[in-house]
């Protein structure tokens, strides 16, 4: 009997350890591990963070996050195809980051390939769950290279909903100017 109910215990600690408690994605413990780095991005001093993230890189080779971040600064600093290699690389490393899809199709609007850019930017709304605006802005910046106009106005539309200014300038542009909104 005790040696059941022992049983019992170990078995329930170890799911609450391992499904309740730490429960952090490596995405999530690498935010931790790279904070300094990405508050230098966020300060908006991006060849510091790039030198932090280039060696975050070096030390943490399976860092999807390090890379990410490094993609993002070549991005900020007009290196779309050294943000396109490192982005393309973190996504091989975890797919799931709804962030490095949206950086990856900017350095693909940035090199004019729209067709591709737009795929990349469908997975990035896909992956936000259609919640960042910047996303399906973006998608539908994409689409009116593709002369897809309806679709970029749905796009625009949803952007603003979700309080996206940007979206709201660009619907009162041509060739959207000329259509009423409700």
């Known amino acids: 009997m005790e040696v059941a109910l022992l049983g019992f215990f170990f078995i329930f600690y170890l799911f609450v350890r391992y499904f309740v408690i730490d429960h952090d994605t490596q995405a999530d413990k690498d935010r931790l591990r790279f904070a300094e780095g990405i508050h230098l991005f966020q300060l908006h001093r991006y060849d510091e963070a790039y030198l932090y993230f280039d ?4 030390q943490h080779p399976k860092s999807s996050l390090a890379f990410a971040y490094r993609g993002k600064c070549h991005l900020r600093n007009d290196n779309a195809y050294s943000a396109l290699f490192d982005l393309t690389y973190a996504l091989t490393l975890d797919n799931t980051i709804a962030d490095s899809y949206l950086d990856k199709g900017m350095a693909l609007y940035q090199l004019h390939q729209f067709d591709e850019a737009f795929k990349e ?4 709304v896909w992956y936000s769950r259609g919640l960042q605006p910047d996303a399906i802005r973006w998608r539908a910046v ?28 660009l619907l009162k542009q041509p060739p959207f100017s000329n259509v009423i909104h409700s």
């Open 55 to 58: 060696k975050a890189v070096k």
């Open 121 to 124: 930017f469908d997975k990035a």
């Open 142 to 169: 994409a689409r009116m290279q593709l002369d897809q106009y309806s679709q970029a106005q749905k796009d625009l539309i949803r952007a603003i909903e979700l309080g996206d200014e940007n979206s709201a300038y």
